[in-house]
């Protein structure tokens, strides 16, 4: 069989790999329009799940993925200067560059052909390249030219959140995944930090759009930007600054689609959907897609049967991991309405913002957490 993939992110490099894997003499391309070393943004999540399916689905890529991540079970959330630590919950932060290099490795290892600096930004431009394949992946993002080629099919919505952010990294370990909530003279900024290497972490920067517009962050230049955030958030960084890497403010946008199949085409990670990043990885949802697609291929061979039936077991759940993290996004857009609440409510009150997690669970997790919160129900009138 011949599989075109267009996008070198991790759905793409991920799926080619397992295609390798089940059948060796698959004809594998991959298009990509960066370098090999090109990359974006800083450090990426797994959970304990995903890296168990890793782990069953090619052990190659687990081992290399697990021994570059960095591990935490614990959430800090910082309120009003006091951070409350919640337990038992198991992830792992990698860097993204390290994660689609060792893809990109294993992808060699087995024969897939990569080809970079190839940017095809013209549906007409595939005629190029030897023929229509039999399997045409769509792993090529946000702005998916073959999502946008087959639109009509595909039905897609794409709707920008409120908020802005911006994706920056720091050398202060943040060990655990803490989440700051900062009160300035021109409204409140939230930040999502974790470690994902020895020597950095991750540090987004969220803000209600009339926290951007109505402050100076709206006047800082994309330049000058790390260092004045780095002020602001001085005490929780340690006096470390805060690193760019192409960052810039930007709003979320929520790609949904109402199939992610027609014909030989399907669409796998942020091509086909995208969710939210304070409650999951877009790099965690792309890999578990290019898993579910394999598995449909080693069930069914044939490129129809095994389009539909990706389709039918993973779409449901994606569509349903979304709703969660919607109610996430939604709850960070209207967090300045919950800062009147002491650190510990506040603390239960976002980690069951999305309805994932309950008391019970959470009680599961950490039962002193869930003591502690409890006792401050009982002495509040």
């Given at each position: 069989?011949?599989?075109?993939?267009?996008?070198?992110?991790?759905?793409?490099?991920?799926?080619?790999?397992?295609?390798?894997?089940?059948?060796?003499?698959?004809?594998?391309?991959?298009?990509?329009?960066?370098?090999?070393?090109?990359?974006?943004?800083?450090?990426?999540?797994?959970?304990?799940?995903?890296?168990?399916?890793?782990?069953?689905t090619d052990p190659e890529t687990y081992a290399a993925i697990s021994a570059a991540s960095e591990t935490w079970d614990n959430v800090d959330v910082v309120h009003r200067g006091e951070k409350i630590s919640i337990r038992g919950n198991d992830f792992g932060g990698?860097?993204?560059?390290?994660?689609?290099?060792?893809?990109?490795?294993?992808?060699?290892?087995?024969?897939?052909?990569?080809?970079?600096?190839?940017?095809?930004?013209?549906?007409?431009?595939?005629?190029?390249?030897?023929?229509?394949?039999?399997?045409?992946?769509?792993?090529?993002?946000?702005?998916?030219?073959?999502?946008?080629?087959?639109?009509?099919?595909?039905?897609?919505?794409?709707?920008?959140?409120?908020?802005?952010?911006?994706?920056?990294?720091?050398?202060?370990?943040?060990?655990?995944?803490?989440?700051?909530?900062?009160?300035?003279?021109?409204?409140?900024?939230?930040?999502?930090?974790?470690?994902?290497?020895?020597?950095?972490?991750?540090?987004?920067?969220?803000?209600?759009?009339?926290?951007?517009?109505?402050?100076?962050?709206a006047g800082w230049s994309e330049a000058e930007t790390p260092a004045r955030l780095a002020e602001v958030f001085r005490e929780e960084l340690g006096g470390e600054p805060l690193l760019s890497n192409a960052s810039r403010w930007i709003r979320f946008t929520l790609v949904k689609n109402r199939r992610w199949t027609t014909g030989n085409v399907v669409l796998l990670g942020d091509a086909a959907h995208t969710a939210h990043f304070s409650i999951g990885s877009g790099t965690?949802?792309?890999?578990?897609?290019?898993?579910?697609?394999?598995?449909?291929?080693?069930?069914?061979?044939?490129?129809?049967?095994?389009?539909?039936?990706?389709?039918?077991?993973?779409?449901?759940?994606?569509?349903?991991?979304?709703?969660?993290?919607?109610?996430?996004?939604?709850?960070?857009?209207?967090?300045?309405?919950?800062?009147?609440?002491?650190?510990?409510?506040?603390?239960?009150?976002?980690?069951?913002?999305?309805?994932?997690?309950?008391?019970?669970?959470?009680?599961?997790?950490?039962?002193?957490?869930?003591?502690?919160?409890?006792?401050?129900?009982?002495?509040?009138?």
């Amino acid at each position: 069989m011949r599989i075109l993939v267009l996008g070198g992110g991790p759905a793409g490099l991920y799926f080619s790999l397992l295609m390798k894997k089940l059948e060796p003499t698959h004809d594998v391309v991959v298009l990509e329009r960066n370098a090999p070393s090109d990359t974006f943004g800083w450090g990426v999540v797994f959970s304990a799940k995903t890296m168990s399916s890793l782990r069953e689905t090619d052990p190659e890529t687990y081992a290399a993925i697990s021994a570059a991540s960095e591990t935490w079970d614990n959430v800090d959330v910082v309120h009003r200067g006091e951070k409350i630590s919640i337990r038992g919950n198991d992830f792992g932060g990698v860097a993204r560059i390290d994660v689609i290099q060792l893809l990109q490795r294993r992808c060699h290892e087995l024969g897939v052909e990569l080809r970079f600096r190839t940017n095809v930004t013209e549906w007409s431009g595939l005629a190029a390249l030897g023929g229509p394949p039999d399997l045409l992946v769509g792993a090529d993002g946000l702005n998916s030219l073959v999502r946008q080629a087959h639109a009509a099919d595909f039905g897609p919505t794409l709707d920008a959140g409120r908020n802005r952010y911006i994706w920056l990294g720091t050398p202060r370990l943040f060990h655990g995944l803490t989440l700051i909530f900062k009160q300035t003279p021109a409204g409140v900024l939230a930040a999502h930090a974790y470690k994902f290497s020895k020597t950095r972490s991750t540090f987004i920067v969220e803000c209600p759009e009339e926290t951007w517009a109505a402050g100076p962050l709206a006047g800082w230049s994309e330049a000058e930007t790390p260092a004045r955030l780095a002020e602001v958030f001085r005490e929780e960084l340690g006096g470390e600054p805060l690193l760019s890497n192409a960052s810039r403010w930007i709003r979320f946008t929520l790609v949904k689609n109402r199939r992610w199949t027609t014909g030989n085409v399907v669409l796998l990670g942020d091509a086909a959907h995208t969710a939210h990043f304070s409650i999951g990885s877009g790099t965690k949802l792309a890999m578990e897609d290019a898993i579910a697609l394999a598995r449909s291929f080693a069930a069914h061979r044939e490129v129809g049967p095994a389009l539909a039936a990706f389709e039918a077991e993973r779409k449901p759940k994606v569509d349903a991991y979304q709703e969660v993290a919607y109610g996430s996004l939604l709850w960070f857009e209207r967090v300045k309405d919950l800062l009147h609440l002491d650190p510990i409510p506040f603390a239960y009150r976002l980690m069951t913002r999305s309805g994932k997690v309950d008391h019970e669970n959470l009680r599961r997790r950490d039962p002193a957490f869930i003591e502690a919160y409890e006792r401050q129900l009982r002495r509040t009138p």
